[in-house]
């Protein structure tokens, strides 16, 4: 298997229906919200422990993953690692050579930055936030005789655009190849779709609605940058009255733009799309003149 032979760049949307797409602990577990934009963000380590998860119930070895001893505490980063040199590590953890990782332990210090990377993911629109009142049905202290009121909160609906980077560069060092980088998409892709850390209360809800990978011409260190932020939501509606994709147009002429910029240095663009999502201009006439592959997960 050879090590990552191109640069990537990622664009990955999907969408959130009455769920907490990244709830924020310090703030009663409410959607990160931009008050002044009206839209909802979700952190990258979101995106990478959605593929964590997904890559561990595909079965492969992940490292950053919740493990515990017989007596139900957590393992440390220290009691996981063992024996395990750095070669071993690499050899055996997919997420560390995707993602990368710190370890200061026993006094031999590594520090791998990740091959792949992903900014924070935005919603495309403004959103509807919902606090839902309800009531627990054991009360939280002796003598109650009724269950404790809580307030859940979600958003009615948003479609959440994420880009990212595979650094062909960077995957030298953590030993990330080719196939590294498919078996990632593949998580991103049905991680979003029906991983089971998706599949709780208050994040059911989730659905993987298109997925391009840019693919550079070897030797390229070019970098488009921001894909998430050109491409548009067309709708009649309001943007908080949206409630799924029969209620807009997903508008790429903004990134086929940006992206036929660089058309001498990009070898081809892979996809897939959710048939649900409505896009205009289709992939294919968005992109001409750019050898166009579909993906099939």
Known sequence: MSILSRRHEILFLYDVSMANPNGDPLDENRPRYDEETGRVFVRDARIKRTIRDTLAEMGYNVFIIEERKDNGELKTKEEKVGNLDRDRILDTYIDIRLFGGTFAVKKNPWNWTGPVQFAYGVSLHRV?????????????????????????????YGLIAVYGVANQNAAEHTRMTDEDFEIMLKALWIGHRGGSVLLTGSKIGHTSRLLIDVVHKEGSLDLIGGLHRAVDVVSDKNDEEIRGPEDYKLSLERLAQKILRFKDKVEKIRYIAD????????IEEAFQGITVEKLEF
């Open 128 to 156: 509807k936030m919902l606090n839902i009142k309800g009531t627990t049905v054991m009360p939280s202290k002796e003598g109650k005789k009724q269950g404790t009121m809580l307030d859940d909160y979600r958003i009615a």
């Open 275 to 282: 048939e649900e999502l409505r896009v205009e201009p289709s």
